[in-house]
């Protein structure tokens, strides 16, 4: 592994701290089942098929917190390059601006840099993850009625994280050598929404083009 590559991997680039799960738990094994069928090159539209047996929250919890996880860690690679002047708007390209809007500070969509837009989607997303009421983490405590609906809103945001930053700054991750790692990443969160439904497919437009080049 190049130098530059181990970067990718380097715990003090993550733009937050992980969440993780606790031993023991049913979440915990099917994380290491998920991570486990990812580790032996299993094709990953198979691997993100929901197990027999499994229910479907416990499923999307798992993927939900591993995909924050992981694209926090591709943005935390790139975050220095990603400036108030380099990206005055957080956008994807010149047809795709997107507003942040959380009913809180901004309640009408607003439009930001990118860097500020991220920092609130990271702590917006961490707050979600955190708190137990969204996603339990003592068994028998079930999940909330809305639960997907929430899930669904945080996978479409941690989506433009993907258009942001293979629109306007990929060159870093060539650079970097991590270009492999960010596309199996891309990938399998493409085929896992798009199995479970979980973002609508105008959403996914800015990167047509290249997910039907990456994903055929």
Known sequence: MSIALKQVFNKDKTFRPKRKFEPGTQRFELHKRAQASLNSGVDLKAA??????????????????????????????????????????????????????????????????????????MDWIEVQINNEDIFPTCVGVPFPKNFLQICKKILCRLFRVFVHVYIHHFDRIIIMGAEAHVNTCYKHFYYFVTELNLIDRKELEPLKEMTTRMCR
């Not at 939900?64 to 005055?88: A, S």
């Open 48 to 121: 993100v098929q929901l197990p027999n047996g499994e229910d479907l929250n416990d499923w999307v919890a798992v993927h939900v917190v591993d995909f924050f996880n992981r694209i926090n860690l591709i943005y935390g690679t790139i975050c220095e390059f990603c400036t108030e002047r380099t990206c005055p708007v957080m956008s994807g390209g010149p047809k795709y601006e997107y507003r942040w809007q959380d009913d809180l500070k901004y309640k009408k969509p607003t439009a930001l840099p990118a860097p500020q837009y991220m920092n609130l989607l």
